[in-house]
Structure formats: C-alpha cells, structure tokens
C-alpha cells in the first residue's frame, strides 16, 4: 500500500515501505542523500523507489548513498567445497544471514533455495536480493540458467531482483531477452533489478574481461537494458578492443580511482548505481585498497562475497568494518 510519492520526499520525512502482506505499512525515514538518488530513477513507480531506500536506508552505511552487499551464489556457480570448505560453518545458510545481518550490512543476495532456507529465521531484519538466474562450473557455455521467479521473490519478500547477464558472450541475444521479461515482471511487482554485468566469451580476452573499456561498456550495458543496480568487476587499466583506443588515448589509465570514475561515468553519467565485486579471495589491505578506490571515484560500494564468508567469522567481522569504516569516511 503506497499513500506518498518518494520524489516529494525532504530530509525528515517518513514514507511507507511498500509491502502487499501489510494492512498498516511500516513508515520508512529518507535520508537527503538518498531522496538525491532516487531523483534520477524517472519514470519509475513508487514501489521501486521504495524498495531502492530500503536497501539504501539499511545498514550501518544506510543513508549515505553507498552499499555494502553480502552476495552468497558462489555455491552454485563454483560448487560447495570451493565455496565453503574454507570455512565449513558457511555451509549452512543461515551463517550468511547472521554474519550479513551483524555486520550491519545493506542486503544479503543469493539464489531461492538458500533465502528459503532462511527466510522464516531472519524475516524482516535484512533486505535480500534474489538471484533468479544462475550458472555452474561442470559446463562450458557461457550461459545462465533462468532458475527462479519474480513471484518468488514476492513471497520471500525480497527487496530487489538479480540477474547476471555476459556481453560478450554468443549466449548475450538470448540473455538479453530474457532480461526483458524479468524486467518487465520485476517492474510490475515494484522490485529493482540489479544486474551483475560480467563481460567474457565471444572475442573477448581472459584479461579483456577486466579491461577499463570493457568494463564500462558492460556497466552501460546494462543500464540501458534497465538496471537500476549494476554489478561489475573492477577494471584494470588494460584497453581490450583496438576500435576503443583512441578514445581512451588522451590519458593515463594507471589510477584505479579514474578507472572507477570513468565506469561510473558510463553508468548514465552516475544516475545509476554502481557496485564492484570482491573477486577472488585476496588479502584485507587489498580489499580495503579496493573501497577506497571506489569510494574516491564515485563508485556506490562493494558486493563481497568469498572475501567475507571464507574467512573466519570474527575476521570476516573486523574485515566488514573496516570496510564500512572507509564508505562511512572514517578509514
């Protein structure tokens, strides 16, 4: 039930957070910073614009236009030993709960069978993102499998949809039109759709699928194809296609903070909402080295997912604030 619009919204002021499960919705605060966020999302409804400030508003960075996203997809994507073997507590989903929750962090994202497998325990004390598609290590093609629903996400009571789209890849056409329909469903339940743009396959280099101009155009990419959340990787300062380097000619690419500004740049000029993955697990000087290239270059935060929950939970803790300490400008 919706009784205000967020684009009337002042600093102060209490909206209602939509949910159809709610007789009396719950009134929601939105903070200067945020209401300037939701400003660019024209055109959308005010259901995606409330669930955005939920995300946004959540957490111990809540309000200050950043995130910090706890992503668990890993199992299905790479398999359950190299995911969790690691650290064999994480084996149990509602781990990824608690540890996303204590850690005050702004959603926790992850395919239907593990947010089911949660979703009664830690109702209602962390947004969740769906990831409704998927891919997994045992094939070759560059392709995801269309594994859940947007009514799924509504009966979870999800804050948000994912889905992971390669351009690049030969699969893209069909990818690409599969977003569409997501989109298209995720609009009409009112549920913002952040796509995870990862380049590969096709004529695309193992170290083009980090490249600065690669990068930016997957972040751009996606944007037009309707994501009101973009995921990508961080960019390296390599220029993968000859037909770009020319335009990145005029300038040295070396510092990663004009890397992030120029692919925040390609997101609509920063009207879209930009994250960078974790990667691979690396050491914490580099992670926190990596945020604060993000946070200096305008990017929106960070999506850590086996950085965070292949660790230990109490360095996994110390980890995650340190790295709120950097977005909330204090590290």
Known sequence: ?????????????????????????????????????????EGESAEIKMNLARILMHGRVGGSGRLIILPVDQGIEHGPARSFAANPAAYDPHYHFRLAIDAGLSAFAAPAGLLAAGADSFAGQIPTILKLNAANSLTVIKDQAVVATVDDAVRLNCAAVGFTLY????????????????????????????VWSYPRGGLISE?????????????????????????????????????????????????????IRHVVQAAFAGRRLVIFSGGAAKDAESLYQDARAIRDGGGSGSIIGRNSFQRPRSEALAMLNEVVRIYSGTG
């Not at 009337?8 to 966020?37: A, K």
């Not at 690669?214 to 037909?243: C, T, W």
């Open 207 to 259: 170290q083009g699928e980090t490249a600065l101009d690669i990068i930016a155009y997957a972040a751009h990419v996606a944007v037009e194809l309707g994501a009101h959340i973009v995921k990508v990787k961080l960019p390296s300062e390599h220029i993968e296609q000859d037909a770009a380097r020319l335009a990145y000619a005029d300038r040295q690419w070396s510092d990663p903070v004009e890397r």
């Open 1 to 41: 039930m919706i009784t205000a619009s967020v684009t009337d919204t002042q600093d102060g002021d209490d909206l209602p957070e939509p949910d159809i499960q709610r007789e009396h919705p719950v009134r929601m605060h939105i903070s200067d910073t945020v209401h300037n966020i939701l400003a660019h999302y």
């Open 167 to 194: 351009p690049g890849s030969d699969a893209f056409i069909g990818q690409a039109e599969e977003l569409r329909i997501v989109g298209q469903e995720a609009r009409a339940a009112g549920l913002p759709l952040l």
